[in-house]
């Protein structure tokens, strides 16, 4: 009895090493199958970006070709009057004219000025939601009015939104502490998956509330909701 009982003495550090051994080892296992994990959501994070990214762009690059299309339009305008104008002004300078047919040059000259002025006029108004769109000479985070925001946003988009009649109901007050690039980035994204989704024609709603303390912004289409392959966008 004596010697079982000494070599059941003997048999329990061997026990307690080989499970010690097992136990850091099992840690190990675990802690390359933590860091390897690690390492897949990383890539996968990285690659959900570079996707987002390029949709963001694809959006921004037909953002750019709508308001190209915008500018050219009154600068084709303007160009056109401005050789009538030339002429006009040259046939002023001689004196064949008699004084009714002066009159009514400078009549037909005043109406082509006036019509290259609404063209300018045009631009200038596209240039500056454009300024006021990207906001790169303000603050991150500052007070800002979210119906001219919104109204912002629909004017650099109404190239794309062409037929679709947009209904606004903004219920909740006009001011809000956020950054406006942010903001109008969101506004615009969600704005022109909607108009994909509708494909030219339908009702597009736009909707301010405050709930819970959070100020809510919802756009909503009436046809259909926006389609799986859009929301990568938003």
């Not at 850091?24 to 959900?48: F, G, P, T, V």
């Not at 037909?62 to 006009?88: D, K, S, W």
């Not at 009649?165 to 994204?189: H, W």
Request: hydrophobic letters at 45%; one cysteine or more.
């Amino acid at each position: 009895d004596k010697h079982v009982t000494g070599v059941q003495t003997c048999a329990l550090p061997i026990c307690r090493s080989e499970e010690a051994e097992a136990r850091a080892a099992a840690a190990d296992e675990l802690s390359r199958a933590n860091a390897e994990l690690e390492a897949a959501n990383q890539q996968l994070r990285q690659a959900q970006a570079q996707l987002v990214q390029s949709a963001k762009m694809a959006s921004l690059g037909e953002l750019v070709a709508g308001i190209a299309h915008e500018i050219n339009n009154p600068l084709a305008f303007i160009l056109g009057h401005q050789n009538t104008v030339e002429r006009l002004t040259g046939q002023l300078a001689g004196d064949h004219l008699s004084e009714a047919d002066k009159a009514a040059t400078l009549a037909k000259t005043a109406d082509r000025l006036g019509a290259m002025r609404m063209g300018l006029q045009r631009i200038q108004s596209l240039v500056l939601n454009l300024r006021k769109f990207s906001r790169l000479d303000e603050a991150e985070s500052q007070n800002l009015d979210v119906p001219d925001a919104i109204g912002t946003v629909l004017a650099l988009l109404a190239p794309k939104l062409g037929a679709i009649e947009i209904s606004q109901r903004l219920e909740a007050r006009p001011t809000l502490t956020a950054s406006p690039a942010l903001l109008n980035q969101v506004v615009m994204n969600i704005l022109s998956n909607a108009a994909d989704a509708l494909g030219g024609e339908g009702v597009i709603e736009i909707a301010t509330r405050e709930q819970n303390g959070l100020y809510r912004i919802e756009i909503r289409s009436e046809e259909r909701r926006v389609g799986k392959e859009c929301r990568s966008r938003w």
